[in-house]
Each structure stands twice: as structure tokens, then as C-alpha cells.
DNA sequence: CAACTAAGCGGACTTTACCCCGCTTCTATT
DNA sequence: AATAGAAGCGGGGTAAAGTCCGCTTAGTTG
């Protein structure tokens, strides 16, 4: 007989203290962000500041970047939930094109607000996967119930992606000697994406 | 009477031995490079392997990324001559459609051929500056050539650049996981690119 | 050709990410 | 409640980027 209702087969998931753990360090971390930007969190530092071993932040999160990736997360999800169940236009009822603009604002809105963590969520030997990414996936479902076919979808959805997400993370500098540009780069981005798709879906 | 030529202006120049070591150190770090791989290279082993202290390779480059960025200064430059003065329909005489869809295939093969030193040319608080990009520009030109007009074109031009130089840069992984899927990816980006750019102009 | 000066050089020093491994603590099981 | 064994923890150790500053040298000037 079955002595547990799982017997086995994940293999016995996270211990409660270090869940505890993992939300004290994000919470720390999230404290040191707001205090001193982004650049002043160190494995070091953060570990002590919570409280906890060097060793045990690495644990929780693999590497420096790992933390941001961590950190990123929540308010991705929280994203994606209003993209899959929120309201229209953003939300599902809205034509697909009119979607596909909404998204684009929308992300772009959700980059620069993250922008510094973003940026440090970048792991030099394992970037970001945007070809993985829920953006992808989003935008091609979206462009197929436009009605829109055409070759290569495969590479244009890579690159549609890109157009996206890219600018944000390769081109601004999100350091601090540009705080004004940034609004108007909002703007144009938004601007220029919803150029783009309606030159696509036409 | 002005006992120079240049009187004053710039101020005096690269002076012959550092000029010598800059040469020095790139060569030794191609030699690197192509003996142990990217990740290889340190600024310690350079200079150790160039017969020079750490100190100069700082101030010659400024950082790791910086000598990446001087190698790829050399084949960028390359590049650009032949967009700018090459056969059509990478250079000048064809039809700018046509220019800007050799252009994307020529980019991603150039990008695909430097993807580790581009990679490693990142900084990670200063990245590429994509939107002065010479693509940026190129894309921009030839759009306008080709009779495209549409509204926001900054923040259009601002995205096919990323579309075209983003995939490499931000998705693919370089490291050596995935060493059969890249010819793949390097069409099925040239594809995208074309389709799309098809989709722009039409 | 001698002296002068700005540019260049070297390498010790600091900081920080990341590894390692013996010890501790949790949790499932009896 | 006791126990086994896996998961987690800690912090010292390593490697590599980047800084600093006193010494050296190329190039200019008289």
C-alpha cells in the first residue's frame, strides 16, 4: 500500500526553512535595491545583511544574476496573468491585432520599469533565452489568429522578439546619465512598434 | 609663427611603443583565442603571455570587453567597406529591397561568424549601443530609399536593428550546448529577416 | 645633444563572484 | 519519540576584473 500520497516521483521539494530563507534574501535584496541601486548588491553583502552564509545565496540562486532572474520572476508572472485573463486589450476579447499593439506597450512599459533588474537578470555565459521566451510564444498565437501567414514565421517571431526586448536590454543605458532620454525612448519604442505590426498585418 | 604644423588641436597622439603594445596584446589575444576559446581570455594571462604587466592592458583597453570590442572594431570595419563600397546587392547599385535583405543575411552570417567575441564585447554597464548603430543607420537610408514612409520611423529603425542583431546577441547560446542547431539558426534568421523586410516595403 | 614633460608602464592591492566540503537541521518513517 | 539520510548551511578559499601610484621612457624643444 501507498504509505504517502506521492510515492514518489518529484523528486521531494523545497525544505520549509529554505523557502524561508529564499524570501528573506529576496527581501533583502529587494531592500538594498531601493536603498542603493541595483549595482550595490553583492553576494556578499546580501548574505550578510540577511543574516545568512555566502554559501546558502548561491544555493538558493546559482549565481549573482540568478538573484535578479529570481527577483524578475513575480512580476513577470503577474505580467503574463494579466496578458492570459486581465482585460482587453492587453487581456483576451480584443482583436488579435490590437493585442499584439497592446502587448508591445505593455512590455515595453514592464521593461522600463525593470530595467536595471533586467539588465543585471543577464548572466554573461547564459543569456537571456528570448527565443524561449513567453513573449515569443505570444506573438506568434497572436499573429496566426490575425490571419497573418507568410514563410519563415519561425525566424520572424525570433526576431519580432527581439525587436521588442532587444533595445531595452542591449541599447539604453540604464546606468544613470540618460534619466530624462528614457521617457521619450518609451514613446518612440511604443510608437514604432505598433508602426511595425500594422505594417505586418495589412 | 607656429613652430608645428599642428600647433594645437588633438592632443598629441598615440605615442609608437604604446601603439606597438596595442598590437601586441590584440595579436596575442587572437593567438589565445584561437588555441583556448573566449573564456580564456584573462587580462592577467594576457599580459603575462604579451610580456607586459596588467596595468597596460587596462589602459590600453579599458576593460575585458574592450578588447574584444578592438577585435571586432577590425572586421567591422571590413564590413562596412564592403556595404559601402563592395558588388551589389550588398553594396551600392541594386535595389534597395534588395540591399536591405543582403544586408540582414550578410549581418547575421558576419554576427554568427564573431558571435563569442561579440558576445564577450558586452559590457555589462555599458551595453552595445545599438541605437547609433551603423545598421541602425543603414537600415534607416535604405528603408527611405526603397519609398517606405511611415510614422515613427525612429522607433521602427531603432527595431529592426534590434530584430536583426538582437537574436544573436541576447538568445542563442554560444557556449558549446548547441553546436549543430546554429548553421540552422543562421537561416532561419536569414528567412525571417527577408520575410519580414518583404512585409515592411510591400 | 641635453633637459624636460607628458604619456606610458608595471605590479601590488582591493573587490567580488563563485567553489567546496564538513557540519547542522529538517522531515519522513517506524 | 527516535532515527536515518537527504537537504541545507556556512564561511574560508580561489580566480579574475579593475584601481592606484611611483617609476620609466619616448618625443619635443632650445
Same mark, same amino acid.
Given at each position: 500500500?501507498?504509505?504517502?500520497?506521492?510515492?514518489?516521483?518529484?523528486?521531494?521539494?523545497?525544505?520549509?526553512?529554505?523557502?524561508?530563507?529564499?524570501?528573506?534574501?529576496?527581501?533583502?535584496?529587494?531592500?538594498?535595491?531601493?536603498?542603493?541601486?541595483?549595482?550595490?548588491?553583492?553576494?556578499?553583502?546580501?548574505?550578510?545583511?540577511?543574516?545568512?552564509?555566502?554559501?546558502?545565496?548561491?544555493?538558493?540562486?546559482?549565481?549573482?544574476?540568478?538573484?535578479?532572474?529570481?527577483? *524578475?520572476? =513575480?512580476? $513577470?508572472?503577474?505580467?503574463?496573468?494579466?496578458?492570459? #485573463? /486581465?482585460?482587453?486589450?492587453?487581456?483576451?476579447? %480584443? !482583436?488579435?491585432?490590437?493585442?499584439?499593439?497592446?502587448?508591445?506597450?505593455?512590455?515595453?512599459?514592464?521593461?522600463?520599469?525593470?530595467?536595471?533588474?533586467?539588465?543585471?537578470?543577464?548572466?554573461?555565459?547564459?543569456?537571456?533565452?528570448?527565443?524561449?521566451?513567453?513573449?515569443?510564444?505570444?506573438?506568434?498565437?497572436?499573429?496566426?489568429?490575425?490571419?497573418?501567414?507568410?514563410?519563415?514565421?519561425?525566424?520572424?517571431?525570433?526576431?519580432?522578439?527581439?525587436?521588442?526586448?532587444?533595445?531595452?536590454?542591449?541599447? *539604453?543605458? =540604464?546606468? $544613470?546619465?540618460?534619466?530624462?532620454?528614457?521617457?521619450? #525612448? /518609451?514613446?518612440?519604442?511604443?510608437?514604432?512598434? %505598433? !508602426?511595425?505590426?500594422?505594417?505586418?498585418?495589412?
Amino acid at each position: 500500500m501507498a504509505p504517502s500520497v506521492v510515492p514518489f516521483g518529484r523528486p521531494r521539494g523545497e525544505r520549509a526553512d529554505a523557502a524561508r530563507n529564499r524570501e528573506l534574501l529576496l527581501a533583502t535584496a529587494r531592500e538594498i535595491i531601493a536603498e542603493h541601486g541595483v549595482a550595490k548588491v553583492t553576494m556578499d553583502g546580501l548574505a550578510e545583511r540577511a543574516g545568512l552564509g555566502k554559501g546558502t545565496v548561491f544555493r538558493r540562486f546559482g549565481s549573482r544574476a540568478g538573484i535578479f532572474r529570481a527577483l *524578475l520572476d =513575480a512580476d $513577470e508572472r503577474a505580467f503574463q496573468q494579466r496578458v492570459l #485573463a /486581465g482585460p482587453p486589450p492587453l487581456g483576451p476579447g %480584443a !482583436a488579435p491585432v490590437d493585442r499584439l499593439v497592446a502587448y508591445g506597450r505593455a512590455r515595453i512599459a514592464f521593461l522600463l520599469d525593470h530595467l536595471d533588474i533586467a539588465r543585471a537578470a543577464h548572466d554573461r555565459d547564459r543569456p537571456v533565452a528570448v527565443a524561449a521566451d513567453a513573449t515569443q510564444l505570444h506573438i506568434r498565437v497572436l499573429l496566426d489568429q490575425a490571419g497573418v501567414r507568410m514563410p519563415a514565421m519561425e525566424g520572424v517571431a525570433v526576431q519580432l522578439t527581439a525587436a521588442l526586448e532587444g533595445p531595452l536590454l542591449l541599447t *539604453l543605458s =540604464a546606468t $544613470e546619465n540618460l534619466p530624462l532620454l528614457e521617457p521619450d #525612448a /518609451g514613446r518612440m519604442l511604443c510608437d514604432g512598434w %505598433a !508602426a511595425l505590426i500594422e505594417r505586418i498585418v495589412r
